[in-house]
């Protein structure tokens, strides 16, 4: 099933696939933590860890020295195979299996991919086993205070777990020596009122059970709360500023 998000995009579930061009794209919210990324991944072997449509790995493709990209849905791996060629390899593996050597890539990537997960702790410590010493992991991931907050299991269905930030924090330092923890904004005046809007409702919807939240139909959703506007790149900010009401954490890594 495919549901109309936006001008131009087509969603599965929550894997984007994209009509244009990378930064034509309407989300500049994804496009943002790819180009925040690629300062890493010159020259560099990467990998992009539940890369969905591949249109980010194929933006990464060109400035880096190998990039590799795994996603458990076969038919995205084959959507990007089509869509974009060679220029990088495609892999359709599971997050908590990854079937590489050890210590063989410079950068992991994995953005809004770790909230999906039932097993965290066997996918961190996958991603340790493959990066080299001193290897960069750069994770995304929603802050729960615009999910489920006050919950102990997430709304939306199709996540298995959500953090606060200094949960967030915590489990990365499990498996990393070096970690900053960056928070991304969009300062898009529409943006803004929606994410009021969605506080609204959470404070609104405190005593109703999640089990029955989990059973909305997503177009009411999405007719309460609107879908996300289009921001531009510039809307966008990445930085250490007031991490923890950011709409998304950004963690930086570092394998020593």
């Not at 309407?26 to 010159?42: L, N, T």
């Not at 999906?116 to 410590?125: G, M, P, R, T």
Request: hydrophobic share 40%; aromatic share 12%.
């Amino acid at each position: 099933m495919r549901i109309k998000f936006g001008r131009g995009h087509e969603w599965d579930y929550e894997r984007m696939i994209p009509s244009g061009e990378f930064f034509d794209l309407e989300r500049k919210d994804h496009i943002a933590r790819y180009v925040f990324a690629s300062r890493f991944a010159q020259n560099a072997i990467i990998l992009d860890v539940g890369c969905g449509a591949a249109y980010g790995l194929d933006f990464l493709s060109k400035t880096s020295k190998l990039a590799v990209g795994v996603d458990a849905s076969s038919t995205a791996v084959s959507f990007a195979r089509h869509r974009y060629g060679r220029d990088f390899e495609l892999c359709n593996q599971d997050a908590c299996a990854l079937a590489f050597q050890d210590e063989i890539f410079d950068v992991v990537i994995s953005f809004e991919v770790i909230e999906h997960l039932k097993d965290v702790e066997i996918f961190l410590a996958n991603v340790n086993r493959v990066l080299k010493p001193e290897g960069l992991f750069i994770v995304s991931t929603p802050n729960k205070i615009y999910m489920s907050p006050g919950r102990r299991s997430p709304i939306w269905k199709w996540h298995q777990q959500e953090f606060y930030y200094s949960e967030f924090q915590s489990l990365l330092k499990r498996y990393f020596e070096s970690v900053d923890l960056l928070g991304e904004t969009v300062s898009n005046p529409n943006w803004q009122k929606r994410l009021q809007r969605v506080r609204r409702l959470h404070r609104l919807l405190t005593f109703v059970p999640t089990r029955v939240l989990t059973l909305v139909p997503l177009w009411i959703v999405n007719t309460v709360i609107r879908p996300p506007p289009g921001v531009r790149l510039e809307d966008v900010k990445i930085s250490n500023l007031d991490v923890e009401n950011a709409e998304t954490f950004i963690g930086v890594a570092r394998k020593c």
